[in-house]
């Protein structure tokens, strides 16, 4: 059982549009992570979102954490290509600090 | 600054031939990971240390066996590989709790 559905599963975008990526569970979450992966390399955290409602910012990536701790979202304003990834959520279940849960990732291509 | 580094990057085995996956982290971190990553699958964790001369498995752990060899080195042994092993592996440690898991850049398995 995938405990955290990603949606999109593949978006191809052009350089300059936004898009949002979903994160979403039916458990309740401590803690939410997300990674970028590119080809070859191994993920890379972007942000950890821990309180819900809590909205971040990283330039032109904006993360929240739902308010009842049991969805999140990444929205990138004015794509570019260097944004091309595999975008990956990841979170603690309360209670089990010991082993993240991963989602499937979204792969974003954005073409300029 | 090494962060996390993986050997080799590459490897391709026939069945039944065995080998192991180093990995080593120079950041002082208490926990490390094995995961593969397949298409469709996701991240799945193998097996995990959560410190020095502790080792528990994860959700894939059967046909592999691990050495937390001290503090910075944990490694994975195929002893016998099986086609379905053919994927791509990925150590990480991450230092206590909640904080981010730390990726190394992969290996490349392929077994005919």
């Known amino acids: 059982t995938q405990l955290l559905e990603q949606s999109p599963q593949f978006l191809s975008i052009q350089e300059g549009e936004n898009l949002t990526v979903y994160c979403n569970s039916s458990s309740v979450f401590s803690s939410l992570q997300w990674y970028r992966q590119e080809p070859g390399e191994g993920p890379v955290l972007l942000v950890t979102?821990?309180?819900g409602g809590e909205v971040k910012k990283l330039k032109r990536l904006t993360f929240q954490f739902g308010d009842a701790r049991k969805d999140s979202s990444l929205h990138i304003t004015a794509a570019q290509t260097g944004d091309t990834g595999l975008y990956l959520c990841?979170?603690?279940?309360?209670?089990?600090?010991?082993?993240?849960?991963w989602g499937l990732g979204t792969s974003l291509a954005v073409n300029p | 600054n090494a962060g996390v580094t993986q050997t080799p990057k590459f490897q391709v085995l026939k069945t039944g031939q065995s080998m192991t996956l180093q990995c080593a982290q120079d950041m002082n971190h208490n926990s490390m990971y094995w995961y593969r990553q397949d298409p469709g699958m996701g991240l799945r964790l193998i097996y995990y240390s959560a410190s020095e001369g502790t080792t528990d498995k994860g959700e894939v752990p059967n046909g592999y066996n691990v050495s937390r060899l001290n503090k910075r080195e944990f490694s994975l042994r195929l002893e016998s590989a099986a086609p379905s092993q053919t994927s791509v592996y990925f150590c990480?440690?991450?230092?206590?709790?909640?904080?981010?898991?730390?990726f190394g850049n992969g290996t490349r398995l392929t077994v005919t």
């Open positions: 990841a979170g603690y279940n309360a209670g089990n600090n010991r082993k993240l849960i």
């Open positions: 979102v821990v309180t």
């Open positions: 990480a440690s991450l230092l206590q709790g909640r904080t981010p898991l730390h």
